[in-house]
């Protein structure tokens, strides 16, 4: 599975494009490191987003991932980028 | 960028057998967008602390600080980066001030 996740990932120009947009100066600018990491980040932000939908439904028994099962998980998930938390990594494992 | 989405919300969804509503996959999709906005800002912020207009890897390790996994994939990922540049002999000033606002 580890092989598998490298693979996939956010292309660095759409990061790099995105932020920017996202920047209040013209003169902030991104180094090419900040950007891969950035998009790593996102990368594990997603995964962590879908794995915990999926837990999620799979606890209400149901055989599709819904938007609500989504819904239930996104507190905690938003959270966990902005508070101390260590669970932030099912994902990761 | 929804390409690679896609990829990996069927990639997971194969590996336990359960696929996303399409709705599912924008929410992500959405969610996953406002949150660069968040990143962005922040990174800009520190980089401005630091005196910097460039962001760097260290404004992006300190918005990865406040979960432990994540902080240490981060840093992994960063040595491993670093890696890489020693080994296939490239200068670190090639990919700074590349980027710019368009």
Do not use: W
Not at chain 1, 66 to 86: C, T
Not at chain 2, 2 to 24: I, L, P, V, Y
């Amino acid at each position: 599975m580890a092989e598998k996740n490298e693979d996939i990932g956010f292309k660095k120009d759409t990061i790099s494009k995105l932020l920017s947009s996202f920047f209040k100066e013209d003169k902030t600018r991104l180094s090419g490191d900040a950007v891969l990491l950035v998009a790593e980040m996102l990368k594990v932000f997603v995964r962590e987003a879908a794995v915990r939908s999926q837990k999620q439904a799979a606890s209400e028994d149901c055989d599709q991932v819904d938007i609500e099962h989504f819904e239930k998980i996104l507190p905690q998930l938003a959270g966990s980028v902005d508070s101390q938390s260590r669970r932030f990594g099912e994902a990761l494992e | 960028m929804s390409d690679d989405k896609d990829e990996t919300q069927q990639m997971t969804g194969e590996d336990h057998r359960r696929g996303f509503s399409r709705q599912t996959v924008a929410a992500i999709a959405e969610t996953a967008f406002r949150q660069c906005d968040v990143f962005a800002k922040d990174l800009e912020a520190f980089a401005r602390h630091a005196k910097r207009s460039t962001v760097n890897s260290e404004d992006v390790k300190l918005i990865a600080r406040r979960s432990t996994a994540l902080s240490i994939h981060i840093q992994r990922k960063t040595e491993e980066l670093n890696q890489e540049k020693k080994s296939t002999g490239k200068r670190k000033s090639r990919d700074t001030e590349e980027e710019s606002k368009e």
